[in-house]
Nanobody, 121 residues
Framework: QVQLVESGGGLVQAGGSLRLSCAASGRIFRSYGVGWFRQAPGKEREFVVAISWSGGSTTYADSVKGRFTISRDNLKNMVYLQMNSLKPEDTAVYYC??????????????WGQGTQVTVSS
């Protein structure tokens, strides 16, 4: 069993930055693919970014390419999402997801509780 806890969300003005963190329990986490998804009010949950277990491969949604960067530290069981040049349309609850096999592009096996990101215009 893997538990994921997100942190780092908050309120920021458009153009600003935030860094989300995802802390995971269990050493086996370092062998899992990890991703971030988000859900805005009234909208379906959508894929944001994914990273392979080694950190050597990443995939980004077109809407965040060039603005967001995912990274991981397997020694610390942590995954980070650096979000720059934030836009009001980035406002959503952001979820950390772990996938036992492969990249967490379509979903995962374990989900965090989410952290709210609000970008004001």
């Amino acid at each position: 069993q893997v538990q994921l806890v997100e942190s780092g969300g908050g309120l920021v003005q458009a153009g600003g930055s935030l860094r989300l963190s995802c802390a995971a329990s269990g050493r086996i986490f370092r062998s899992y693919g990890v991703g971030w998804f988000r859900q805005a009010p009234g909208k379906e949950r959508e894929f944001v970014v994914a990273i392979s277990w080694s950190g050597g491969s990443t995939t980004y949604a077109d809407s965040v390419k060039g603005r967001f960067t995912i990274s991981r530290d397997n020694l610390k069981n942590m995954v980070y999402l650096q979000m720059n040049s934030l836009k009001p349309e980035d406002t959503a609850v952001y979820y950390c997801v772990a996938k036992i096999s492969g990249m967490a592009v379509t979903g995962g096996d374990y989900w965090g509780q989410g952290t709210q990101v609000t970008v004001s215009s």
